[in-house]
């Protein structure tokens, strides 16, 4: 294994990164992955609410839909729905984001659905006593709670996101990853290093960013 690593993919073609059609590639995986958390989060908020049983407006309907579709949207992996949002709506950036928002939701709406059922039930009975709304229960009550938790959730999402977003362009969703099916198909070894490299460099320097993003977050709070 070793012998081939180093006989085939070994120096990698550097050069290539440096082509402007895979510079855009880049940003075009940027884009996709920040418009899919924004789309994602901006779904999964009202989901959640719904989902948490100990403050959910509607207990009996809402609740069990709400959880249906975070689980609905987890239990298909991202790259299936890209293969399938591809084969409706065609090959480009538009399946990509479709698929990375539905699995944004999933992701996502979990995680704010268990920070919300995690809330202190003092202040939300204090404020359902004086005959207040689901509405301002959520305001006044849940999201003076959850504000810190849920603005790291949705970091750690788009981390999360933007990993994704780097490969599911292999199955024709565009970005990082349409250059590296090309290169695959094309028996181009040196420069499948080339952008496996890349790859893990922009997600390691992701993953310092939201690092970075989650701690001021917390020392902010504190």
Same mark, same amino acid.
């Given at each position: 294994?070793?012998?081939?690593?180093?006989?085939?993919?070994?120096?990698?073609?550097?050069?290539?990164?440096?082509?402007?059609?895979?510079?855009?590639?880049?940003?075009?995986?940027?884009?996709?992955?920040?418009?899919?958390?924004?789309?994602?989060?901006?779904?999964?908020?009202?989901?959640?609410?719904?989902?948490?049983?100990?403050?959910?407006?509607?207990?009996?309907?809402?609740?069990?839909?709400?959880?249906?579709?975070?689980?609905?949207? !987890?239990?298909?992996?991202?790259?299936?729905?890209?293969?399938?949002?591809?084969?409706?709506?065609?090959?480009?950036?538009?399946?990509?984001?479709?698929?990375?928002?539905?699995?944004?939701?999933?992701?996502?709406?979990?995680?704010?659905?268990?920070?919300?059922?995690?809330?202190?039930?003092?202040?939300?009975?204090?404020? !359902?006593?004086?005959?207040?709304?689901?509405?301002?229960?959520?305001?006044?009550?849940?999201?003076?709670?959850? !504000?810190?938790?849920?603005?790291?959730?949705?970091?750690?999402?788009?981390?999360?996101?933007?990993?994704?977003?780097?490969?599911?362009?292999?199955?024709?969703?565009?970005?990082?990853?349409?250059?590296?099916?090309?290169?695959?198909?094309?028996?181009?070894?040196?420069?499948?290093?080339?952008?496996?490299?890349?790859?893990?460099?922009?997600?390691?320097?992701?993953?310092?960013?939201?690092?970075?993003?989650?701690?001021?977050?917390?020392?902010?709070?504190?």
């Amino acid at each position: 294994m070793a012998e081939v690593l180093a006989l085939r993919y070994w120096p990698p073609e550097l050069g290539h990164l440096a082509r402007a059609d895979y510079l855009r590639a880049f940003l075009d995986t940027l884009q996709m992955s920040f418009a899919a958390t924004v789309l994602g989060l901006c779904a999964a908020a009202p989901l959640a609410w719904l989902a948490a049983f100990n403050v959910s407006p509607a207990r009996h309907l809402g609740h069990p839909l709400a959880r249906l579709a975070i689980a609905a949207a !987890r239990s298909v992996h991202e790259m299936v729905w890209t293969i399938l949002l591809v084969a409706i709506v065609g090959f480009g950036m538009l399946a990509g984001t479709l698929a990375l928002t539905i699995f944004c939701i999933g992701f996502a709406g979990k995680l704010l659905a268990e920070a919300v059922e995690a809330v202190e039930p003092g202040p939300v009975e204090a404020l !359902r006593a004086t005959g207040a709304g689901p509405f301002q229960v959520l305001f006044f009550a849940v999201l003076p709670q959850v !504000r810190v938790a849920w603005a790291g959730i949705a970091i750690y999402t788009w981390d999360v996101v933007f990993r994704a977003a780097t490969v599911i362009g292999f199955f024709g969703a565009g970005g990082m990853g349409t250059f590296l099916r090309e290169s695959v198909q094309r028996v181009e070894h040196a420069q499948v290093a080339a952008i496996m490299l890349s790859i893990v460099a922009v997600v390691l320097l992701a993953e310092l960013l939201s690092g970075w993003a989650r701690s001021a977050i917390a020392r902010a709070a504190g």
